[in-house]
């Protein structure tokens, strides 16, 4: 398999840990964020979402979004699994990693900044306010909904990595480099030192990819 | 099963279509998002992440996060089918989903929206463009991947809706709310009339809620 990824693209990072846990190997192209090679007519016939990670097959389907990418993974290789086998944890596995995916990520999307200070001329002070803001707050969220539950164990949803963990540890990294306030969310920072004790989850860091700057 | 929902709520909107196509009925509690209820102490005990919808099920359990909610009743009612069995097709149908999800809606989610104008300052106008843009180039995407794929039938993916459906029709309602500009997705405005010709899909729509004003 080939993956287009970019080390600082958290959403490649997420496939990235799938993949490692799931013992696929996969080779690596780099699309340039920063410099914008997402947005060439190249990759746009590879992906019109001009949107990393996309996933190549064996067969050569290009596969996008991923967290489709991760269910696609669970689908051919269903272990170890990454969702549990009961349909309310499943639900809850889900909802954790999309309250990292739908309601932290997007906004902090270089396409969404570049709008704030280019189209709407805000500062950088305030494009890094921003930026914060949506992962504090939305951290703080996804802290109260595993604080609340017994099913909280080492991990996101018990004692192994799911899909959750695998959004959770790309978001934490986000944040981090922008310096947010991770202070009241002491719940998403052991799960975070926990799944990067794990070999699958260190060797996918943005640190470890060979496009590291 | 209890639905959290409102009206305009296109997260909530999806949920009411799956459950439409699912043959499962349900009871509404109304969260008035622009009247801030979501921002409550009460609201915020039974969703920490202040959003719609939550799906409470008949054993109590409060499930949030619309395409985890989705995902739930595809493993509870696999009948009618919303995801299609192969793992290619699943992809596919889950990457159109997000493409919307998670691409497009939560960037003009009203605490967005709020920021925007509260926080930054933006104009009116300048806020309505900021929704346009997302709904116009996010719709534009999709379009690519619908007329680009052979899978692309009646509905997104062959002849019976899916859960890119379930996303598509609430947001192509909210881009036209916002009077996005359509023109360059045909196929995108083809399929949300073949969705509305659905009782499930049009006894969904806002305009049929109890709530709607």
Known sequence: MLLYGYFRSSAAYRVR??????????DQTFIHLAKLEQLSDAFAAINPQKLLPVL?????????????????LEDIRPEPPLLPKDPLGRARVRALALAVACEIHPLNNP?????????????EEQKDTWYR???????????????????????????TPTMADLCLVPQVANGRRFKADLSRCPTVVRIDAACQALEAFASASPAQQ????
């Open 17 to 26: 840990i799938a993949l490692n846990l799931k013992g696929l190997t996969y």
């Open 210 to 213: 060979p496009d590291v700057e």
């Open 133 to 159: 803001h949506w992962v504090e707050e939305g951290l703080q969220a996804v802290e109260a909904m595993l604080a609340a539950s017994p099913q909280t164990g080492r991990f996101c949803h018990g004692d």
């Open 56 to 72: 190549v097959t064996d067969d050569g389907a290009s596969l996008t979004q991923s967290l489709a990418i991760i269910e696609y």
């Open 111 to 123: 396409r969404v900044l570049r709008y704030l200070t280019g189209t709407l001329g805000v500062s």
